[in-house]
């Protein structure tokens, strides 16, 4: 199907998940994940009035910049890891970075984005289901309350909430635990109240989920196959 009906179709979903879980629609942001899709497919997808992009990797989206760069209003986001000694040319290309797992990390960002003159808003990337083969900051961790306690310190960075990747399911509700242990996790760290973190963000839920994402309370869904199609 073409690009336009995805997303009508995604929004719709998007619609009656929303009113199920007694939320308003327009609480829930749609991130085009157009990871591995040429630049023309977000042109399309812009078209059809998405305006949240979402990439996995810093140098793929380079290669795409300058075909994207004047889609006014466009903002786009890094969801993949990202390693320490790519954070210059994150900040440079990327309006957030989602994917935040280490202090370390985000004063690296936090300096690349001051001598860029600009300000990122992030996310902290937290690890769910305890997978080795996926990034992500343990809930348990004490990094994680490193981060936050370090906000102050880091003037040209909006930490604004958590994303998460949880295991794959085959069946969509066995995600659920998933996403309200995110959900909780936020709670309580807004609860601790620390000076320059706004935890308002949830990113879970992805093609295959995001409605049980939504009833759970997500703010953004990463949807990338839903509306670009199957990946090669």
Do not use: W
């Not at 073409?2 to 007694?22: L, S």
């Not at 348990?140 to 990747?165: C, F, H, K, Q, W």
Request: hydrophobic share 45%.
């Amino acid at each position: 199907m073409p690009i336009v009906d995805n997303i009508q179709r995604v929004r719709q979903e998007i619609e009656g998940a929303a009113r199920r879980a007694g939320r308003l629609p327009d609480s829930v942001t749609l991130m085009a994940v157009s990871k591995t899709f040429p630049a023309e497919s977000i042109q399309e997808a812009y078209a059809a009035g998405a305006r949240v992009f979402g990439e996995n990797r810093v140098q793929e989206f380079a290669s795409k910049f300058l075909e994207v760069a004047d889609l006014a209003d466009a903002c786009f986001h890094l969801i993949g890891h990202l390693q320490s000694n790519k954070a210059a040319k994150a900040a440079e290309f990327f309006h957030a970075i989602d994917s935040i797992d280490s202090l370390k990390l985000a004063q690296r960002l936090n300096a690349a984005a001051m001598g860029l003159g600009k300000k990122l808003a992030v996310l902290v990337e937290v690890n769910v289901g305890g997978e080795a083969a996926k990034s992500g900051v343990a809930s348990d961790s004490p990094e994680l309350g490193t981060i936050l306690e370090g906000a102050p310190n880091l003037a040209n960075l909006e930490i604004r909430g958590l994303m998460t990747v949880p295991p794959f399911t085959a069946d969509p509700g066995d995600a659920r635990p998933y996403f309200r242990q995110l959900r909780d996790l936020r709670d309580r760290l807004a609860a601790q109240n620390h000076p320059g973190v706004h935890l308002t963000e949830l990113s879970m839920g992805m093609s295959h989920d995001f409605q049980i994402a939504i009833e759970e309370g997500s703010t953004c869904v990463r949807v990338g196959t839903a509306i670009f199609g199957s990946r090669q």
